[in-house]
Nanobody
Framework: QVQLVESGGGLVQAGDSLKLSCAAS????????MGWFRQAPGKEREFVAA????????YYSDSVKGRFTISKGSAKNTVLMQMNSLKPEDTAVYYC????????????????WGRGTQVTVST
């Protein structure tokens, strides 16, 4: 059974940093695009960042570009997202996503979703 498990969320102050991690299991993800989405209360889920299967291409939403960095983790089938200069508007549940290729993933059509981790940024 395929599982994506996020970790690293928490409560921080504006300007702080957090690193999210997503561990994938249940199959080989070496050829899968992976990425992150987020959903704030009362809002639709939105694309945040994506990475091609080899890590050679990365994509970011305009709202996080220059502040967030997606990368492969040192552990197999792990993807990270370093979040710097956090703002209150970054408060959301962050979801890991995998599969479907970067184009479909960025459109919110991955093959797999994680259950999410809460990130709360206070003023």
């Amino acid at each position: 059974q395929v599982q994506l498990v996020e970790s690293g969320g928490g409560l921080v102050q504006a300007g702080d940093s957090l690193k999210l991690s997503c561990a994938a299991s249940g199959r080989t993800f070496s050829n899968y695009a992976m990425g992150w989405f987020r959903q704030a209360p009362g809002k639709e889920r939105e694309f945040v960042a994506a990475m091609s299967w080899d890590g050679g291409s990365t994509y970011y939403s305009d709202s996080v570009k220059g502040r967030f960095t997606i990368s492969k983790g040192s552990a197999k089938n792990t993807v990270l997202m370093q979040m710097n200069s956090l703002k209150p508007e970054d408060t959301a549940v962050y979801y890991c996503a995998a599969g479907g290729g970067t184009s479909r993933l960025r459109l919110g059509q991955p093959a797999y979703w994680g259950r999410g981790t809460q990130v709360t940024v206070s003023t």
